[in-house]
């Protein structure tokens, strides 16, 4: 079969639809959301109904970091517990959603900015399943992980991101989950945010209102609370993936407004109808 041929069959697996998907942005947290109920796990069940079914589900999370882009191609992915010290509840949660070895294929040939190799070994890291497992408990849904390249900066990964687009025609939804403002080093059990991290939480807010993405980009401009709030890109990378695949015209809502534990930002983005 021809590279055109191919490509024709693994789009009719996934059809252009009338409706475009929306594309989701969740600061995930600790990963107790998965089995708690308070304020985050519940938008994320309201989010969930909200959504329109996916045919799929691609998923960025901050927790898988490669050395150039993969993309998982398993048809089972295993649920990986990433994670220490929390309660054996949490250790025993499972997320037995199916995989897609075709949205991983057509992924590759959607992306043209790098070659995306396949992966069989990683799975749904906690990223991924402790935010889907409040929004589609059924885990009946095909879900894939695409990884973050560890040696490019946010403006390749935005550019990147750029590319999923035409997924969103195919009844893919996808799923930027990291966190705006993170800063383990510095957490606190008391529910009383750092200034700093209001305040870039609130630069956040403001550029991504105003369609500003390129100034979120070039975060480290920001300042003092910028370099605070991000030590390190995996969790703020996320957000450029869902930005990128915004049209300007689109409307958009935050949800779970909230700094926890000083230095998390729980805001998340909706795009989308």
């Known amino acids: 079969m021809s590279v055109k041929g191919m490509l024709n069959d693994l789009q009719s697996g996934y ?80 997320y037995p959603a199916p995989g897609s070895p075709e949205l991983a294929r057509l992924t590759q040939s959607t992306i043209h900015r790098t070659l995306v190799k396949l992966d069989s070994n990683w799975g749904l890291d906690h990223g991924t399943w402790s935010v889907l497992c ?12 695409l990884s973050l390249d560890q040696t490019q900066p946010p403006e390749y990964h935005f550019e990147l991101a750029r590319e999923l687009a035409p997924l969103r025609q195919r009844g893919i939804l996808i799923v930027g989950s990291g ?26 807010k403001r550029l991504i209102t105003q369609n500003d993405f390129n100034g979120l980009v070039h975060y480290e401009k920001l300042g003092e609370a910028a370099r605070l709030a991000i030590p390190s890109e995996e969790h703020y990378l996320p957000l450029l993936y869902t930005l990128a695949l915004k049209n300007e015209s689109e409307p958009m809502r935050f949800f779970n407004e909230q700094i926890t534990m000083g230095s998390l930002s729980m805001r998340s983005l909706y795009i989308g109808s």
Not at 15 to 39: C, K, R, W
Not at 41 to 55: F, I, K, L, N, Y
Not at 195 to 204: G, I, K, P, R, S
Request: proline content about 8%; hydrophobic content about 40%; charged content about 20%.
């Open 15 to 94: 059809p252009v639809q009338e409706q475009l998907m929306p594309v989701l942005f969740v600061g995930h947290g600790s990963p107790m959301n998965a089995v708690e109920d308070n304020p985050f796990s519940r938008a994320w069940e309201d989010t969930g109904r909200q959504v329109p079914r996916p045919r799929a589900i691609l998923c960025v999370s901050a927790h898988w970091e490669t050395l150039g882009t993969h993309v998982t191609g398993m048809e089972h992915p295993r649920t990986i517990h990433d994670f220490g010290g929390f309660p054996r509840l949490l250790y025993e949660k499972q």
């Open 179 to 204: 966190n705006i403002v993170h800063n383990l080093a510095l957490i606190t059990f008391e529910e009383k945010a750092y200034d700093w991290a209001v305040e870039f939480d609130d630069q956040a």
């Open 134 to 145: 409040r929004m589609f408990p059924k885990a009946d849904i095909p879900v894939i992980q």
